[in-house]
Protein backbone atom coordinates (compact mmCIF):
# COMPACT_ATOMS: atom_id res chain seq x y z
CA UNK A 1 0.00 0.00 0.00
CA UNK A 2 1.42 3.94 -0.87
CA UNK A 3 -0.08 6.65 0.62
CA UNK A 4 1.14 10.16 -1.20
CA UNK A 5 -0.26 12.79 1.32
CA UNK A 6 -0.73 16.42 -0.01
CA UNK A 7 -2.55 20.02 0.98
CA UNK A 8 -0.17 21.16 4.12
CA UNK A 9 0.81 24.93 4.13
CA UNK A 10 0.88 28.10 5.90
CA UNK A 11 -2.56 29.10 7.35
CA UNK A 12 -3.55 32.32 9.47
CA UNK A 13 -5.07 30.86 13.18
CA UNK A 14 -8.53 30.46 12.61
CA UNK A 15 -8.22 29.59 9.07
CA UNK A 16 -8.96 26.59 7.00
CA UNK A 17 -7.17 23.44 5.19
CA UNK A 18 -7.39 20.15 3.35
CA UNK A 19 -5.41 17.69 3.37
CA UNK A 20 -5.23 14.58 0.53
CA UNK A 21 -4.38 11.36 1.27
CA UNK A 22 -4.15 9.34 -1.98
CA UNK A 23 -4.01 5.54 -1.51
CA UNK A 24 -2.80 2.66 -4.06
CA UNK A 25 -2.38 -1.29 -3.88
CA UNK A 26 -3.91 -3.01 -1.55
CA UNK A 27 -7.06 -3.83 -0.47
CA UNK A 28 -8.94 -0.98 0.50
CA UNK A 29 -11.67 -2.01 1.96
CA UNK A 30 -8.99 -4.14 4.45
CA UNK A 31 -7.96 -0.74 5.76
CA UNK A 32 -8.37 1.54 8.09
CA UNK A 33 -6.55 5.25 6.97
CA UNK A 34 -5.77 7.61 9.78
CA UNK A 35 -3.87 11.25 9.78
CA UNK A 36 -1.55 11.68 12.24
CA UNK A 37 1.03 14.99 12.87
CA UNK A 38 4.32 15.62 14.89
CA UNK A 39 5.23 19.12 16.41
CA UNK A 40 9.04 19.79 16.68
CA UNK A 41 10.31 18.47 19.60
CA UNK A 42 6.96 16.68 20.50
CA UNK A 43 5.97 12.94 19.63
CA UNK A 44 3.78 12.01 16.95
CA UNK A 45 -0.19 11.79 17.61
CA UNK A 46 -3.22 10.56 16.36
CA UNK A 47 -5.62 13.04 14.63
CA UNK A 48 -8.05 10.86 13.01
CA UNK A 49 -9.02 7.68 11.59
CA UNK A 50 -11.57 6.09 9.00
CA UNK A 51 -12.57 2.44 8.54
CA UNK A 52 -12.51 2.37 4.37
CA UNK A 53 -15.12 -0.61 4.22
CA UNK A 54 -18.06 0.86 7.11
CA UNK A 55 -16.66 4.64 6.84
CA UNK A 56 -16.33 4.57 10.33
CA UNK A 57 -14.27 7.39 11.90
CA UNK A 58 -12.48 8.39 14.78
CA UNK A 59 -11.01 11.77 15.90
CA UNK A 60 -8.95 13.16 18.76
CA UNK A 61 -10.32 15.17 21.54
CA UNK A 62 -8.31 17.92 20.65
CA UNK A 63 -9.41 18.37 17.18
CA UNK A 64 -13.25 17.17 17.75
CA UNK A 65 -15.66 19.75 16.20
CA UNK A 66 -13.16 21.34 14.18
CA UNK A 67 -11.47 18.68 11.83
CA UNK A 68 -13.03 15.97 9.62
CA UNK A 69 -12.14 13.24 8.24
CA UNK A 70 -13.76 11.47 5.12
CA UNK A 71 -13.10 9.31 1.79
CA UNK A 72 -13.55 9.63 -2.10
CA UNK A 73 -14.01 5.73 -3.12
CA UNK A 74 -13.68 6.47 -6.86
CA UNK A 75 -10.54 8.39 -6.56
CA UNK A 76 -8.95 6.45 -3.23
CA UNK A 77 -8.76 9.63 -1.76
CA UNK A 78 -8.73 10.10 2.53
CA UNK A 79 -9.18 13.93 3.37
CA UNK A 80 -8.54 15.68 6.54
CA UNK A 81 -10.42 18.69 6.62
CA UNK A 82 -9.28 21.26 8.90
CA UNK A 83 -11.36 24.28 10.17
CA UNK A 84 -10.74 26.66 12.83
CA UNK A 85 -6.99 26.33 12.88
CA UNK A 86 -4.82 26.94 16.13
CA UNK A 87 -1.39 27.95 16.72
CA UNK A 88 -1.22 23.97 18.46
CA UNK A 89 -2.38 22.39 14.94
CA UNK A 90 0.95 23.10 13.65
CA UNK A 91 3.40 20.34 12.71
CA UNK A 92 3.57 17.39 9.97
CA UNK A 93 1.01 15.67 9.08
CA UNK A 94 0.90 12.41 7.81
CA UNK A 95 -1.50 9.74 6.42
CA UNK A 96 -1.48 6.19 7.52
CA UNK A 97 -2.61 2.50 6.53
CA UNK A 98 -3.70 -0.39 8.95
CA UNK A 99 -5.56 -3.64 8.62
CA UNK A 100 -5.30 -4.00 12.19
CA UNK A 101 -7.14 -1.71 15.06
CA UNK A 102 -8.20 1.54 13.51
CA UNK A 103 -7.49 3.46 17.14
CA UNK A 104 -3.96 1.32 17.56
CA UNK A 105 -0.74 3.71 17.19
CA UNK A 106 0.39 0.77 15.05
CA UNK A 107 0.05 1.54 11.94
CA UNK A 108 1.59 -0.49 9.18
CA UNK A 109 1.94 2.22 6.16
CA UNK A 110 2.93 5.51 6.01
CA UNK A 111 3.63 8.13 3.62
CA UNK A 112 5.37 10.90 3.56
CA UNK A 113 4.97 14.07 5.45
CA UNK A 114 2.64 17.23 4.85
CA UNK A 115 3.62 20.32 6.27
CA UNK A 116 1.16 22.17 8.22
CA UNK A 117 1.66 26.19 9.50
CA UNK A 118 -0.18 27.94 11.39
CA UNK A 119 0.57 32.17 12.31
CA UNK A 120 -1.16 34.28 14.39
Known amino acids: VQLQASGGGSVQAGGSLRLSCAVS????????VAWFRQAPGKEREFVAT????????GIADSVKGRFTISRDNGNNMVYLQMNSLKLEDAGVYFC??????????????WGQGTQVTVSS
Open 25 to 32: GGTFSNYA
Open 50 to 57: LRWRTGST
Open 96 to 109: AATVGNMFSAHYDY
